[in-house]
């Protein structure tokens, strides 16, 4: 019944026209894509996309560089906070447990907080998804703020998993919903699937509350549950490229190789003892430089010349690279490395473009979804644990935990006159300091806090930078009649 419906709308929009797009003309026939939900076609393909994604990664360089470039343009050295409370003494105090915190907040121990959101916006780009687990630790454990946070793979949370809880909530794809459609808990395995080393009890699962996970996800679609690698459109492109060049190595290589081959009317006659049979049976001669050899009455000598790719390798490696980069939304020198074809012009303009997308996703997926939830509770478990003292913290928490986060600075390509145009925004009124300090990922209270302190040290110090101190002399004075001109 569903099919004879929609053939007839078929006809019925070839009949009227309007949309091309629509219509079931010769060109479009067999263009009939899946009308299926994106956590259909997720929970069918997902696990094999990321499979091939991480196999990219690991295997193909253009695959590898581009993770590297998006995590080193997305977070850098760190996407660091600046506490808005108004006291400067009270923020600072902030700031200073803060830092000691990152240091700790790995429950793995491999990097600081900084490299874990590293390490999570590596995790979106190659499997859509990632999960931070908040990880409370008791007061004898030593850390100066008794949390930490645990960083679980998209193959921790079944794809699979789709029932009706016991106490009358959903889970759909791993996760729990109430019945006003809020998530509230998530359903880990206790081990990763693919991990034959961890001797744990392979398909079991713990619940854990929504409140203690954070769901890293990029969503495309909307009412999207799971993530989708960003590979997931080159991913045919670059595997069939990594195929082509590693065919077009092998033929260079046989190329390479100095082959002769002897014809003969007699190929059943035995070589003379100067020749000798490989261990498969071939008939094989070595030959050394300057060497003569006597070819019996017949027996003549061809060379191998196989056929050369000509001109038209390094068009089609640029051109289907350059649908790699598209697909991955990663600049074409970022993606290859390739600065041949580039200049200043064309990499300024292809540079602006890469840091909108990226400033949107430090937006909307770093800062929002993970920077804020834990500095949030970061904040309210060093309230709890006593490593601060805020006054009213309860009463005032909204005020509290205010914070401005400042992702890295970039680095232009002419960085004398962007810094120019940028004073000159300043003198003007376009711009505030402290609007391009933020912008350099700095925070401007600490960066005048430093340069007053530096500059009071050189006082002290007798320390003059900048110009030369001159020698101090005595000029001659004028003569009665000669007049002094006010200074310019």
Known sequence: MLGTLSRWRRRVGALLGGFEAGEASRRLR????SRAHLNTLIAAAGPDITARARWLVRNNGYASNAIESWAGNVVGNGIKPSSLIGDSALKAAVQRIWLDWTDESDAEGFTDFYGQQRRAAREVFIAGEVFLRFRPRRPEDGLVVPLQIQMLPSEMLPLHRNERAANGNT???GIEFDR???RVAYHFLRRHPGDVTDPGLAGETV???ASEVIHVIDPVDAGQLRGISRFAPGIVKLFLLDQYDDAELDRKKVAAMHALFITTPAPAEPFDVAESDGADGERTMDLQPGQVVMLEPGEEIQTSAPADVGQTYEPFQYRTLLQVSAALGIPYAY???DMLKANYSNSRLALLEFRRR??????AVMVWQVCRRVWARWMDVAVVSGALDLPGYEARRREYVACAWLPPRWDWVDPLKDARAEI???????KSRTQALAERGYDAEQVDAEIAADRAR?????LVFGTAPSAPSEAPAPAEDETTAPPA
């Open 171 to 173: 889970i759909r794809q």
């Open 207 to 209: 619940r854990v509350p």
């Open 458 to 462: 050189e006082q002290r110090l007798r």
């Open 358 to 363: 990226i400033e949107a996703y430090q937006h």
């Open 180 to 182: 006003i459609g809020r």
């Open 335 to 337: 993606l290859s490395n």
């Open 30 to 33: 067999h263009f009939q894509p």
């Open 424 to 430: 000159e925004q300043i003198i003007a009124g376009l």
